[in-house]
């Protein structure tokens, strides 16, 4: 009972309550504030609010000592902590060699790191441009000799069939690129060798190195034969002559062969080619033209007749030649029966003629006409040298 009450009484010595304004002070007699304290204050344990949004009071308090609360972010800068954060900067309209970014501002909810809504300055730290090559230093020492390399992936592909590798002139030889082999003899891809058109020479050709059997030739050859210049074995006729055919051989002044003469007039030779073709030719080397009959007004399409002067039906051999004199161009008959010649027909198609002086004109004769090939038949085909040199002499 004794101890009870010397708590009570020590307990009103340092509590006073005013009934008058409802304070409560501590060693005080006069509290001003709901609780005024005269001394010092502890609380034992408070929860951490630092980190918390929540958290957005603090304590404050005036120079008498009165505590009061604020808004975390009304205390000002003096509070907050300021931040920096840089990245790096690619080559753009910002910095155009590169360089940092750099953005700061205030950690206003205090979690220690730059949110994208704390930056309030952006800054640009650039690059500077690329500076002048400078002058090249000198060599530097031998360095130790490298390990040994790993084993190559071996040649190197071509760019053709057929190519062969060529090792290099100096050691250690090794293999080049492939090359192409070119000159006398190719090489396929396959590896079959053959010989180039017209590589074979006479000075790469041994004396007495050909043989019958390799000539091509017609007939039969014999002890009673001689090999004539146009590849053919021939018997000579009566009188030890060479002429095997007609009244006897057209040559020029060049000892070429013309043709065999069938007949002879008075300025002109009608010969048969060492080919068989059939043609006339004047004594002063040219070749008598005729007049044409086309289609179309150049004279040049593939609607073409030879007149034959009359409408009345003819035949022709079928291995006689028609010259264009305008052109310079032989031709043969296009409607050659299984029998060896040619009938002349109407000229169906044609409206222009060629004359033998060159003019193409229109034309609209009734004749008739032989149908020739459009396309031209070359002297080598016909068996006719390209070029004549008079006179003209008969063997």
Known sequence: ???????????????????????????????????????????????????????DQVLVMKTDGTIGKASRSSLGSSTLNALVKTTIESAGIHCSTGGLKVESGQDTNANGVLDASE???????????????????????????????ATGVGLTNGTAGGQVYLTSSVSPYSPQAPQTATGDVLISSTAVTTIANNAITTAKVADNAITLAKISATGTKDNTTYLRGDGTWATPSGGGSSVSEGLGRLVDANNQLIGYVQTMGTNSYVIKTSNGYITTINIDGTFPGTQSYYGDSSCSGSIKYVNSGNNTTQIRNG???????????FFKLDNVNANGYATNAAMVGIAYLY??????????????GWKVETTETTRATIGLPNTITLPLTVQ
């Open 355 to 368: 004359q033998v002086s060159g003019t193409c004109t229109s034309s609209a004769s009734t004749n008739y």
């Open 119 to 149: 930056v309030t300055s952006t800054n640009y730290v650039c690059n500077g441009m690329q500076g002048v090559q400078g002058i090249q230093g000198p060599p530097g020492p031998q360095g130790a000799t490298g390990a040994t390399g």
């Open 319 to 329: 291995k006689y030649l028609y010259y264009e004199g305008t052109t310079g161009k």
């Open 1 to 55: 009972m004794k101890k009870t009450l010397l708590f009570v009484a020590i307990l009103a010595s340092v509590v006073t309550i005013s009934a008058q304004s409802g304070n409560v002070g501590i060693n005080t007699q006069q509290p001003t504030e709901t609780l005024d304290v005269n001394g010092t204050l502890r609380v034992r344990s408070l929860t951490d609010g630092s980190s918390s949004s929540t958290y």
